[in-house]
């Protein structure tokens, strides 16, 4: 049974991956279980956003916006890496999950079909972890390394904790009935990779390698290059008989 994790146990599968956490006031009993009367798990699939804008926090964490209260997260991931707790139970993230993208994750297929309302729908808050990344989500405004590798550190801790493979990991876009596009935008860069587009294919290609290595693995980097040093000057003799070498070359004109 894909039970929900326990705060303690969040806090802990996080922090064995070398994320770094921190506790939104009040996160351990926050959620919409309540409220809604519709209890959260059994639990079958991480889903990546971006929030759409800045200062988001608080507003994932606790406010929710206009017809959407929060929690809308269960963590928020910042633009350093430092990812916040925000819930441990149910919390306003999904909406509505196309069924046939929804099976796709939860049967951990790997290929995502285009989600499709006619195949049904499933409430995805049920189901699935949201994670809240911090970006502007408008093509242009950047992942940071930092945040990248903790967003990868953050789904790979989740499917180790449950046993999951890299194909558990979805994003908004591959699941939403209501054309949401998150996430989306460039990535400094990962590892050995220089900067590319955030797409959740190749975002389950680096969890997966990720899952290869035990929880403290460091992905590795690729070292700028050392500055080049000062060019040592020519001694005397070196500049005479260069100057030689010139004149012979002009005598033999
Ligand atoms: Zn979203």
Known sequence: MATPLTPDRLLA?????????????????????????????????????????????????????????????????????????????????????????????????????????????????????????????????????AQYDAWVRINAAFCRAYGWSAESCGCHKETSIEGKVDPLGPVEGYGTRGKFSYTGKQFRADVA?????????????????PLPGPVPKPTTEERLSALERRVTELEKK
């Open 13 to 145: 599968i996080l922090k064995a991956e070398g994320v770094k956490t921190a506790e939104y006031p009040g996160w351990r009993t926050r959620e919409r279980d309540d409220e809604t009367g519709k209890p959260f798990g059994p639990v079958h699939m991480i889903l990546n956003h971006h929030t759409a804008g800045r200062d988001s926090l608080a507003v994932v964490a606790k406010n929710g916006v206009a017809g959407l209260p929060g929690p809308l997260a269960h963590i928020h991931l910042a633009k350093s890496g430092l990812a916040t707790m925000c819930s441990a139970g149910r919390a306003n993230h999904a909406g509505l999950m196309a069924k046939n993208a929804y099976d796709s994750f939860n049967t951990e297929s790997s290929t995502h079909p285009a989600p499709s309302k006619a195949s049904g729908t499933v409430d995805g808050n049920d189901v699935s972890y949201g994670i809240e990344t911090e970006n502007l989500g408008n093509g242009t405004d950047v992942y940071p390394r």
């Open 209 to 225: 390698e990720r899952l290869k290595h035990p929880a403290s693995w460091l992905p590795p980097v690729t070292l700028p290059a």
